[in-house]
């Protein structure tokens, strides 16, 4: 059985800090503070299920069906649903699929890098892959005749056009091989999210598995030009009885693309280079290399009529997660004809247009004491200090004229990002007092950014 800690719902927990392993490679080492230096990436969950607006994947672990098939109305027998999902492959054809359109608009709103899931754990594969006919170039997928067939050589391609760098998503797990589920085993037809066998008990079975994983790593590594991560997915994959030499094929990766930086997800060990907390914030800062993975909605995969986040939620989320010394991946799931939502669009553009004004007190930046306090948020870069003043919608202390910052470290002059240039202030006892030039009423701001220098 799987550990519930480790998943649940089909959320990941993550990895305790003191558990980090610091690599020994110069290489890896320079990465992860390019890594760092981040802070945006665009995360992107998409496949045949898209076309049902369902959860990806989770509804076909019998185990997991409690929580993961909630959305399923038409359909009572559950094999029956099991085989009506793997078949979806037969009806997938996004024509509106243009990734320039896509790279375009992430570029302009501010991503650094692109988490694109070239394989989730219902095994459909997203690339031109050799190992299985169960993929977007297969026979049976009627998107395999089209000019953008090879969804991953089209989207990596289209993203590194704008400089955005790639990390490959790949669940290690796959429920479609017969080397995972294998038919006729001890579970019968009730599956969970581990193998459908006992690995110690099957070895030839689960070796075919491990050749099937690491040549579809490897299809990704060596084809498919510079990746700059690979992200792992199915953190149970690798733990107790299912270990899948993982260094082995890393190693191996790494001959072709020594940058390359892992992200074995809940495992820990050298292979989880950086820590990857999932829908949530951590309640502290971490001081090693980390990013969360947060919805821009309510879902990872594309769910008709979802409840989008405001840009105001989105930025604040970004600003604490970075205050906090980490990186926000921001996941937005395409329809299934290919185009993105025209909220998430927005949203996107909105983002972009904050981050073109207030992006150096983000990119590049190291977290600093006090790191995120109340409404308050901070960051370093260089010789200075900036401070967020985070406002709620209905917040209208912006328009007070005096405000008393919880820091207390020596500022010779302050200044409010495209507000006003060297503010009064002074330091005392309660930290520094700094006096806010009149605003003109009018919409609440997100946040008051100021430059400490």
Not at 43 to 59: D, F, I, N, R, T
Not at 191 to 198: A, E, H, L, T, V
Not at 259 to 285: C, F, H, K, M, S
Request: include cysteine; glycine fraction near 6%; proline fraction near 5%.
């Amino acid at each position: 059985m799987t550990n519930e800690h480790d998943v649940a719902n089909g959320v990941h927990n993550f990895s305790p800090e003191k558990n980090w392993i610091k690599p020994n490679d110069t290489i890896l080492l320079e990465r992860l503070e390019w890594f760092k230096d981040q802070k945006l990436a665009l995360m992107m969950h998409w496949g045949p299920y898209s076309q049902l607006g369902l959860v990806e994947s989770w509804a076909l672990s019998d185990e997991d069906g409690d929580w993961s098939r909630d959305d399923i109305d038409w359909e009572e027998d559950m094999e029956e649903f099991k085989r009506q999902y793997f078949n979806l492959n037969k009806t997938f054809y996004p024509i509106r699929f243009q990734p320039d359109k896509w790279a375009d608009l992430a570029h302009k709103a501010g991503f650094k890098y692109l988490i694109f899931t070239t394989k989730h754990h219902d095994g459909f594969s997203m690339w031109d892959t050799k190992e299985t006919d169960y993929s977007i170039t297969g026979k049976d997928c009627p998107f395999h005749t089209h000019k953008y067939a090879d969804i991953c050589r089209n989207v990596f391609r289209a993203f590194r056009e704008k400089g955005i760098a790639i990390a490959a998503y790949f669940s290690k797990a796959d429920w479609h091989t017969p080397y995972y589920w294998a038919p006729g085993m001890e579970r019968k037809n009730h599956m969970w999210r581990g193998p459908s066998y006992d690995p110690e008990e099957y070895p030839w079975m689960w070796e075919k598995f491990i050749s099937f994983t690491h040549n579809q790593i490897m299809e990704l590594m060596t084809k498919y030009g510079r990746i700059d991560i690979l992200w792992l997915d199915a953190g149970w994959v690798g733990k107790r009885n299912q270990d899948i030499r993982l260094g082995e094929v890393v190693e191996k990766a790494r001959q072709h693309q020594p940058w390359l930086l892992t992200a074995d997800r809940t495992v820990g060990g050298l292979y989880e280079n950086y820590i990857t907390p999932e829908q949530t914030i951590p309640d502290q800062p971490i001081d090693v290399p980390w990013e969360s993975c947060i919805t821009i909605g309510t879902s990872f995969s594309f769910k008709y009529e979802d409840e989008y986040k405001s840009l105001r939620e989105i930025i604040h989320t970004l600003i604490e997660i970075v205050a906090k010394g980490g990186n926000l991946a921001l996941n937005v799931p395409p329809q299934p004809d290919g185009r993105l939502p025209r909220k998430a669009s927005e949203l996107m553009e909105g983002i972009g247009e904050w981050m073109g004004l207030y992006g150096e007190s983000i990119y590049g930046t190291r977290m600093v004491a006090p790191y995120y306090i109340d409404n308050y948020a901070f960051t370093i870069k260089g010789d200075n200090v900036y401070c967020f003043r985070l406002y709620q919608h209905n917040d209208f202390s912006y328009q007070d004229k005096e405000i008393v910052i919880p820091y207390f470290n020596k500022v010779e002059r302050i200044d409010m990002l495209h507000v006003c240039d060297s503010l009064e202030f002074y330091q005392g006892n309660d930290g520094l007092t700094i006096k806010i030039p009149s605003i003109e009423k009018g919409n609440i701001p997100i946040a008051d950014v100021f430059k400490f220098s």
